[in-house]
């Protein structure tokens, strides 16, 4: 079936330090896929997607691009904020009406 | 609109309770989906309703938990006899069924079961 592997965390970094996360995926066909970020307490924020190989999702510095021949849609950011801490979710879509998520990254970034 | 709204944030509960969480959907949206979210886990898909029609049930939904959409509009999840596995955070989306995946994620109900 189909899943999402993350590279497991807590991340940990300095303010204004590169940040990757890595993101592969398992599926037949061609997903769409996802970046989601959860803020303690809260609920998901979509953060970034892309639909097709080779597309870049980009939002707020954030970019993923969906490599199809590694199944990869690893998310970077070039300068992290403290306020970026949090967990962050990679999913992909297959039709079927439902996401398939990851277990999630914890992003720690300290002043 | 402010969006997919969720209410209780938190539940406490004892063992073998009945609890009901509700949802209320961003109001043109004809979709509405209900995930779990295990501590440490990603939320994994429960059912999802297209108007008041509930068209998929995963096998994580066990007999105890019941769903419904009266009228196309805000949607209830009922977990019968609760267990302390069911302690979890309850995610509801909603989505415009023409927009694919276009999901909005409500802010969850927190489920803890003593």
């Known amino acids: 079936g189909d899943s999402v592997t993350q590279m497991e965390g807590p991340v940990t970094l300095s303010e204004e330090a590169f940040l990757t996360i890595n993101c592969t995926y398992t599926a037949t066909g061609y997903p769409s896929l996802f970046w989601y970020v959860q803020y303690p307490g809260e609920g998901l924020q979509l953060l970034l997607k892309?639909?097709?190989?080779?597309d870049k999702g980009s939002n707020k510095g954030f970019e993923a691009t969906y490599r199809k021949e590694t199944t990869s849609f690893h998310l970077e950011k070039g300068s992290v904020q403290v306020s970026d801490s949090a967990v962050y979710f990679c999913a992909l879509y297959r039709g079927f009406q439902k996401l398939v998520f990851g277990t999630g990254t914890r992003l720690l970034v300290s002043p | 609109d402010t969006g997919v709204s969720q209410d209780p944030r938190h539940k406490i509960t004892k063992r073998g309770q009945n609890v009901t969480f509700r949802c209320d959907p961003i109001s043109e949206h004809n979709r509405l989906y209900w995930y779990r979210q295990t501590l440490g886990q990603g939320p994994e898909f429960l059912t999802y309703?297209?108007?008041?029609?509930?068209?998929?049930k995963s096998r994580l939904l066990s007999d105890r938990f019941s769903a419904e959409r009266p009228k196309g509009s805000f949607s209830t999840l009922e977990i019968q006899r609760t267990e302390q596995g069911d302690s979890a955070m309850y995610l509801c989306a909603s989505s415009l069924a023409e927009s694919g995946y276009g999901y909005t994620f409500g802010s969850g109900t927190r489920l803890t079961v003593v």
């Open positions: 892309a639909t097709k190989a080779d």
């Open positions: 309703f297209q108007n008041e029609a509930q068209l998929e």
